[in-house]
């Protein structure tokens, strides 16, 4: 199976999610944010009203070069700019349509390491936008931005606005069931010194559990440095450290997170996804009979929902589409491997602390240990490597194509393949899996070799 993270190459400045680079360079210079706030802005003024757009960041240094260029170009084309300071990403979806905005900005590139950075925006209903907003976007970056351009009488005003945390806070309490407590339990929370620091702390601490929290000393350039979803040995470690109950790991905007339980053991996006689906399915809050995920779920997963009577339907990696497709098939639990986990019931898009809160919420009605309730599944031996290329695409390459060809029969009915390009790094994504993890290993090598030869 092939996949792209791109659509067609037909988005020169969008990702799979928002625009993101390096910081100060190219897209994320802050000539071309300015340009890109003025092209947005002429597509979401849409009537006669005072039209405003909400911006929230994480804590990266360039952040505070990329804010002020975006706003001037808000501004510029007569949008209200309402600052929010450090956020998590879903609490500027939330934010967005609580504060009937027109617009939501997030400035992150989530997981990555401080010297990028990103943008990412939600329309007035919290999602994200589709591909023919960001096409539209980019064509009119490319044109005289003139005609967007407001009066000097109708230019936007700023505002900061200094209890959206708090209300972040109390939306995410709000999330977890009224009548279960935190009360005894010891939580590790690794908030990757990014945008979670401040409100995932707070959040464990009100809801009753005695709270270690590590990654909450961002100074603009640790973000994710070893810390984090990405980086989870120092929770697991604190975990055995303090003897908590569990881990909770969120990546440097929040919209992701990984558990390890009181074992110190990690328990991915899957494990998570099963133990949900198992639960709400049991309580009948689980809607269309399934859950949605990507190509790069594990097949263990897909193994386990079937012997629950349930489906897992598969999209391309971005969680936009996993979004698209919850939504198209009324279903209400979605989200990847890497813990980036959609509850449509709580927000439009990934959060890390109200999945972590539903996990807990689990665990406590259920009287278990985290490492006994949430291992639903034994995963299948599954590989991923990444190939970097400078130029053109290896993956038309024929020695790759025949490498593909005959990995997938070797693998056969018990194992797949994903080979795809990254949508935010110059990368070829090959994933290998099956039952035989020696086998697995020697195709996904195979592949490899052949794109690095073709690079």
């Known amino acids: 199976m092939r996949g792209d993270d791109q659509m067609s190459g037909k988005r020169e400045i969008f990702g799979t999610d928002g625009v993101r680079g390096l910081a100060n360079a190219g897209a994320m210079a802050p000539d071309s944010m300015l340009r890109l706030g003025m092209a947005v802005g002429r597509v979401f003024k849409n009537g006669a009203h005072r039209h405003r757009v909400v911006i929230g960041k994480d804590t990266r240094l360039s952040g505070y070069m990329i804010e002020p260029a975006l706003t001037a ?26 504060l009937r905005a027109d617009l939501g900005v997030m400035i992150s590139a989530s ?49 900061r606005v200094d209890d959206a ?11 977890f ?99 949900i689906a198992r639960a709400w399915n049991a309580n009948g809050a689980l809607r269309g009979g399934g859950i949605v995920s990507t190509v790069m779920a594990n097949m ?20 936009r589409y996993v979004v698209e497709e919850m939504r198209a098939k009324a279903m209400n639990v979605g989200g990847e491997p890497s813990g980036h986990v959609i509850l449509s019931d709580y927000g439009t ?4 602390l109200v999945t972590a809160l539903q996990v807990l919420a689990v665990v406590a009605a259920e009287g278990r240990k985290v490492s006994d309730a949430c291992r639903n599944f034994e995963p299948f031996p599954q590989l991923l490597q990444n190939v970097r290329f400078t130029g ?35 990368l070829i994504r090959v994933m290998g899996e099956g039952e035989n993890a020696d086998l697995v290993k020697s195709v996904v090598g195979d ?8 690079k």
């Not at 053109?392 to 070797?410: N, R, W």
């Not at 592949?447 to 073709?454: F, N, T």
């Open 73 to 98: 170009g808000f501004a510029a084309s007569g949008m209200d700019v309402f600052l929010l300071g450090p956020l998590p990403t879903p609490a500027m979806a939330m934010l967005t349509r609580s």
């Open 165 to 175: 945390g708090a209300r972040y806070i109390e939306f995410a309490k709000a999330a």
């Open 177 to 275: 069931p009224r009548r279960t407590s935190l009360d005894g339990v010891r939580v590790v929370i690794d908030c990757a010194n990014g945008a979670g620091y401040k409100v995932a702390p707070t959040v464990l601490w009100e809801l009753g559990a005695e709270v270690k929290s590590i990654g909450i000393e961002p100074n603009g350039f640790n973000i994710n440095q070893n810390v984090g979803s990405t980086a989870p040995k120092k929770m697991q470690d604190a975990v055995l450290e303090y003897r908590a109950d569990v881990g909770i790991a969120l990546d440097g905007d929040a919209d992701r997170v990984i558990i390890c339980d009181e074992k110190g053991r990690l328990i991915d996006g899957d494990q998570i996804l099963a133990l």
């Open 349 to 352: 898009t990934g959060d890390g």
């Open 392 to 426: 053109g695409d290896p993956l038309q390459a024929a020695a790759v194509m025949a490498a593909i060809k005959a990995g997938e029969e070797k693998l056969g009915k018990t194992g797949r393949l994903v080979i795809r390009k990254s949508g935010t790094e110059p």
């Open 111 to 159: 997981h990555n390491p401080y010297h990028d950075n990103g943008v990412k925006f939600f329309g007035p209903d919290g999602f994200k936008l589709s591909d023919e907003t960001e096409l539209e976007i980019e064509r009119l970056m490319k044109e005289d931005l003139a005609a967007g351009r407001a009066s000097a009488a109708d230019l936007g005003r700023v505002k």
């Open 447 to 454: 592949i490899c070799g052949a794109v690095e030869k073709a």
């Open 300 to 319: 263990g997963l897909e193994k386990y929902l079937e012997g629950q009577g349930l489906s897992l339907a598969r999209t391309k990696v971005g969680d």
